[in-house]
């Protein structure tokens, strides 16, 4: 049992979480694990991601990443507070804080901590509340709303 827990491999999101700072390394890495298709393909994204990489805009590449990688999640918030960049990516914004399921995450670094919700998102692929409407129906004939307002 203890060789099973000494052979356990760190994810993504460990390795980056004990980041200090984004590199190229670093998010060559990320690319390399997310997105491998990203680097055969030769599309305006991802040559835009490649500029992002090479002048070291960080925040930036994290960001355009999650554009083409998980164009169904969006950023929520991303605020500093307590020396820790807060970041929530959430697949419907609209959605009242309360109602919403995001992937929340923090780090010292703006950049690693999209990142590593980023990450999150990728590797969980986290059931969604999507509403109301997937709530289950009553189909019992006896159940009909009615108003109990007396308005007279």
Known sequence: MSSLLEQTVPTL????????????????GVINETCP??????SAAAARLERLIQSQAWTDAALAMIDLQLPQWRLRRLVYDGGEWHCALSRR?????WLDQPIETHHANRALAILSAFAKARRDGTPYLTGVHDAPRRTEPAYEPFCSENFA
């Not at 980056?16 to 190229?24: F, H, I, K, N, S």
């Not at 298709?37 to 030769?42: D, I």
């Open 13 to 28: 999101a460990d390795r980056l979480r004990d980041e200090c700072g984004v590199t190229a390394d670093v998010l060559s």
């Open 93 to 97: 914004r609209e959605l009242p804080d």
């Open 37 to 42: 298709r990203l680097q055969s393909e030769h």
